[in-house]
Every structure is written in C-alpha cells, then in structure tokens.
C-alpha cells in the first residue's frame, strides 16, 4: 500500500481485524498512541485509532545540538567566556532555543502530507497498536529484563516502572522489547500469543515495530536510539538490506549526532541522563566490535573518535524509592559487572580485529600480538573474584560468568588463529597450542551451560560442526 492509497483511506471507518495468527483477542493500544494500559496492563477493547492531536509531546523544546572539534561553531567563545577558558574547553553543546523548534515543527507540519489519520489507521490494521494479554505481555517482558537486559542495559528500570505504572510507555520502545523478549521467553507464552513458533512471532513483532518507526511515530531521540539498537538483534536473510549492520549503523549515527561518544564533562548533562547515555553508548559499541568480528567486516566505531568515560559500576545504580513491578526484576551485582567488564573486553576486541586482520594478507610482528595477549590477562586478572573463574556452583547467574570467559576465549582463539591454522596447513600442528586450548575451554563452558539449561539465554552464536576423524575437539 503506497502513500497515495493511505491519502484516500476513510480514517471515519473502524480498522478490520487482522488476519494473522494471533488467536487470542488482542489488547488495544491504539486509543493512545503514548501509552498502555497503567499497572498491569489491563485489557482495554478501544475501537477508535490515533490521531495527529494524540501524538506524545514533541521533542521540539529543549533540544541540544552536538558538533565536533571541526565544526567552526566550536571556535565562538561562550557569552561571559574569556579567550583562555574557550581554548582549554571547546563548546560541543548547543542548545536551540524553544521559539526556534517550536516554529520549526510548525514549519514541517505546514509542508507534510495530511495522512495521520490514514497512517493511523493503517498501522492498527498491521497490528501496530495491539498487545498480548497481560500476563503474556508481562512474561515477555520478564524474560527481556532478566536475560537481555543485563548486557545491554539501555533503557532505565526505574523510568520504565514509572511509565508502566502511569500508563506512559511508548508504543514503538515497547514493541520493540517485546520483540527482544520473544527470544527468551517460554514456549508456552509464545503459543498463548498466538504465534506457532518462536521465529513466527520475532517476525511479526520486528514488522510492528519497523512499521510504527518507518511511520516517525516517536519523536523522542533517545526512545528512537534504544529501538535501533534493539532491532539491530533482527536475523534478516542474507541478501536482505536492513539487517543488523544497517540498524546498528542508524543506532551509531544517531548517538554520535547527539554526542552519545563524547566526555560528559564536555557534554553537562543531570547525573540520571549522564548514565543512561553512557549505559546506551557502550552498549551500542559492544554490539558493533561483536557484530564485525562475526561477520568480518570493519568496525563502524572508531576510537580514536570518542572519550566517553569508561563505564562503572556507579552508572547502575538506581533510585530506591520507586515501586518496582515483579516482571522488571532486580538489579543484581553481577550484571553490572558483566556490563561493566565486557565493554572493556569489547576495546580489546576491537584492536584485535585491527590489529589481526587486515587487508592484502598483512599481518602484525609478534610484539604487537603478544601485546594484546598480556593485555587480555591483564583484563582477566582484574576480574571480580566472583567473575574470574568458571568453575560455579552452578544456577541461572554464573551465566555471566560463563559468557565472560566465552568471550576471553574467543580473542584467544582470534589472536592465535593465524598461527594455528598455518601449522595445520604444514600438518605440524601441536595439539596444546593456545588456540586449541581455547577452543577446549570453550566446548567445557558450553557443556557447562548445557547441562544448566542456559544456553538459550547466552549472546554467542554457536555452530555444532563435525571434524574430521582424525581432528575432533
């Protein structure tokens, strides 16, 4: 359907009910476009769909633009500034006064297309704007805070609480958890959805998602941000443009246009804010060094671009006072730690990738590589205690463990890979070579999570492969 035919829809006519196989009756969301239903998402029957008037409140007021050394704008002294304090500290900060944006939106709104009736309607017809029962709703969600959540934290529990209680969450982010969510929950809820696999309702609800973004339904940056990044976790085929790589690129984008990649002290922001932008910058930078060593391609982020501070464990820690619903969970230590240890790995990661691989066959002299490798000691040495061994009692958190040390195992097995696989080349292989150990610690975590019935929750991909007789692992 094309936009001239979405022009002429009769926005009057309630939309019809979606053929897919959601079998149960869906839990509407499109009387408020900004909200679900408060507390437990009580099942609401609405007919009516959005209109323009029902649109969250634009970002319009408070924006602040964000330019880099270059940028010329960078050079103007701030009003009450002297020449000495502009040179030590360039501005990168600027904010646009609330006139300005507001006649701006005007401007846009005077020039764009009349459709947001239509757009609206279309959109409840895709199953946009309709939820699963509220206890499914809540599962999915519980899963998405207890599994993924704790490796990338990019959202706020306690904003999200407070949004949930109030009814305020944004369609689009919610959608886009749900979407998350569905590769972590039971099998049971996601036939209680109405979906007949797991693969059925991740496609499902990455197209809701995608079409209320491709319908510029949200305006707020940051809420834009988090749903880039989560649909960047969408498998498309091989030949299919927007997959990961292409919204993982559009999360960058996006974050370093807001300078998501620069030092808080150049970018004042309230402490709460300072947080989350870093909880959500490192989160975007550890997908893209794993997304380009797995797939061989070059790292979108550079560092020598960015100063953002490195994470901590203060940047986890949350407002007390607020009532936190049973499926959000909560905030255990280790997934701090976890976050915290793997944004460090994931630096290493990144030198490694282009250090290791590079083009025309070049590879580095092995001070370089056995550089990398005390360094990555360095970083299991300075573990946690809690973190610095596999060998747990066992239960759902030594997942966290368990994924570190796949981690660390995987750049051993990257580091020494050239060299092993040379030697096997030459049949002159030594069977305790750094990367078969690895490799063997790997299979023995794997095994590990296995017999644990973790596996599934892990943020690894894993190949089962046969060897050859005369090479098994």
């Given at each position: 359907m094309g936009p001239m035919d979405l022009d002429h829809m009769n926005a009057d006519e309630p939309p019809s009910p979606r053929s897919h196989t959601q079998s149960q009756q869906p839990n509407s969301i499109a009387d408020d476009q900004s909200s679900i239903p408060a507390e437990t998402l009580q099942a609401r029957q609405q007919s009516s769909i959005p209109s323009a008037s029902d649109a969250p409140p634009s970002q319009a007021t408070n924006q602040v633009l964000f330019f880099g050394e270059s940028n010329l704008l960078t050079c103007v002294i701030s009003p009450g500034a002297s020449e000495t304090a502009a040179e030590t500290q360039k501005r990168l900060r600027y904010s646009i006064s609330d006139a300005i944006n507001v006649r701006a939106s005007e401007l846009f709104a005077e020039h764009s297309l009349p459709t947001s009736s239509a757009k609206a309607h279309y959109l409840a017809q895709e199953g946009a704007f309709t939820l699963p029962s509220p206890q499914d709703c809540a599962a999915v969600l519980r899963a998405y805070f207890q599994w993924f959540h704790p490796c990338f934290p990019i959202v706020d529990r306690v904003e999200i609480a407070n949004r949930y209680n109030k009814g305020e969450m944004s369609p689009l982010l919610l959608k886009a958890m749900l979407f998350i969510g569905a590769s972590y929950c039971d099998e049971e809820t996601v036939r209680r959805m109405g979906f007949k696999d797991r693969p059925e309702a991740k496609?499902?609800?990455?197209?809701?998602?995608?079409?209320?973004?491709?319908?510029?339904?949200?305006?707020?940056?940051?809420?834009?941000?988090?749903?880039?990044?989560?649909?960047?976790?969408?498998?498309?085929?091989?030949?299919?443009?927007?997959?990961?790589?292409?919204?993982?690129?559009?999360?960058?984008?996006?974050?370093?246009?807001?300078?998501?990649?620069?030092?808080?002290?150049?970018?004042?922001?309230?402490?709460?804010?300072?947080?989350?932008?870093?909880r959500i910058w490192w989160s975007i930078y550890v997908r893209d060094r794993q997304s380009s060593a797995s797939l061989g391609l070059p790292s979108r982020i550079r560092d020598e671009d960015c100063d953002i501070e490195m994470l901590s464990y203060a940047d986890f820690e949350e407002d007390s006072d607020v009532i936190i619903p049973d499926f959000i969970g909560t905030h255990k230590s280790a997934h701090g730690i976890y976050a915290v240890q793997m944004a460090r790995l994931a630096q290493l990661l990144g030198r490694v990738i282009t250090n290791q691989f590079r083009p025309n066959g070049?590879?580095?002299?092995?001070?370089?590589?056995?550089?990398?490798?005390?360094?990555?000691?360095?970083?299991?040495?300075?573990?946690?205690?809690?973190?610095?061994?596999?060998?747990?009692?066992?239960?759902?958190?030594?997942?966290?463990?368990?994924?570190?040390?796949?981690?660390?195992?995987?750049?051993?097995?990257?580091?020494?890979?050239?060299?092993?696989?040379?030697?096997?080349?030459?049949?002159?292989?030594?069977?305790?070579?750094?990367?078969?150990?690895?490799?063997?610690?790997?299979?023995?975590?794997?095994?590990?999570?296995?017999?644990?019935?973790?596996?599934?929750?892990?943020?690894?991909?894993?190949?089962?492969?046969?060897?050859?007789?005369?090479?098994?692992v």
């Open positions: 496609s499902q609800l990455y197209n809701q998602t995608k079409i209320l973004y491709d319908a510029d339904w949200e305006s707020n940056e940051v809420t834009i941000l988090q749903v880039l990044f989560l649909i960047s976790f969408w498998r498309a085929g091989p030949l299919n443009v927007k997959n990961t790589r292409y919204w993982l690129g559009a999360a960058i984008s996006l974050a370093q246009a807001r300078g998501f990649h620069r030092s808080q002290h150049s970018s004042p922001t309230n402490v709460k804010e300072s947080k989350l932008r870093k070049h590879h580095p002299d092995d001070d370089e590589r056995f550089g990398l490798i005390n360094s990555l000691e360095e970083w299991k040495a300075m573990l946690p205690e809690s973190m610095r061994s596999c060998e747990t009692e066992g239960g759902s958190e030594s997942i966290w463990a368990y994924l570190l040390h796949l981690a660390y195992n995987y750049l051993h097995i990257l580091l020494d890979r050239h060299d092993y696989t040379q030697t096997q080349t030459n049949r002159n292989r030594s069977e305790s070579g750094p990367a078969l150990q690895a490799a063997c610690r790997v299979t023995r975590i794997v095994e590990d999570m296995l017999s644990q019935n973790l596996i599934q929750f892990g943020q690894m991909h894993l190949y089962v492969t046969s060897n050859p007789p005369n090479h098994r």
